[in-house]
């Protein structure tokens, strides 16, 4: 298992928070989703994956809950 770090532009609040680790943890492999809001530019997302997790479907992911990856 590997600590894996992603960059999210658009989030404020607690309801991005859940909504980005809600789409996060339905892809096989993710667990342990931290959010450090950033209310002056893009959010770090920590989560820990024990598979190789493509950029793609972390995009997707983020796309669903209303976000983008940078």
Do not use: R
Not at 18 to 42: F, M, Q, R
């Amino acid at each position: 298992m590997s600590t894996q770090s992603i960059t999210v532009e658009g989030m404020s609040c607690d309801h991005c928070i859940h909504a980005v680790t809600e789409e996060l943890v339905k892809i096989d492999g993710v667990s342990n989703v931290n959010v450090t809001i950033n209310p002056d530019g893009p959010s770090n997302v920590d989560f820990d994956a024990d598979t190789e997790i493509t950029v793609a479907d972390l995009a997707a992911a983020i796309d669903e809950a209303g976000y983008t990856l940078v």
